[in-house]
């Protein structure tokens, strides 16, 4: 299992940025969350295949078409969380 975290910037909030990562990264085959920050980015934390990561990080570049996403950051994320699903918060 791999998984990273990516924070998301641009007009990422109030477009349905989480609800649509959430239903992407569940087709994907991903655990995780995605969460709202206080400066108006979002925090996507996914655990799944190499592949399936990849899929999502290009997903995240685009979003919903309400988003205009201009930045996604990504590192590696030793997590020892376990997640059954992929939650939003």
């Not at 990273?4 to 959430?22: D, E, H, L, N």
């Not at 969460?35 to 919903?64: F, I, K, Q, Y």
Request: proline share 3%.
């Amino acid at each position: 299992m791999a998984a990273a975290r990516f924070i998301v910037r641009g007009k990422v909030q109030g477009v349905f940025y989480r609800a649509s990562t959430r239903d992407h990264a569940i087709a994907l085959g991903l655990v995780g969350a995605a969460n709202n920050l206080e400066d108006g980015s979002v925090e996507v934390m996914a655990s799944g295949t190499g592949n399936a990561l990849v899929e999502l990080e290009r997903w995240l570049w685009h979003g919903p078409p309400a988003a205009h996403v201009v930045e996604v950051r990504r590192e590696e994320w030793p997590t020892t969380e376990t997640f059954r699903d992929f939650v939003t918060g």
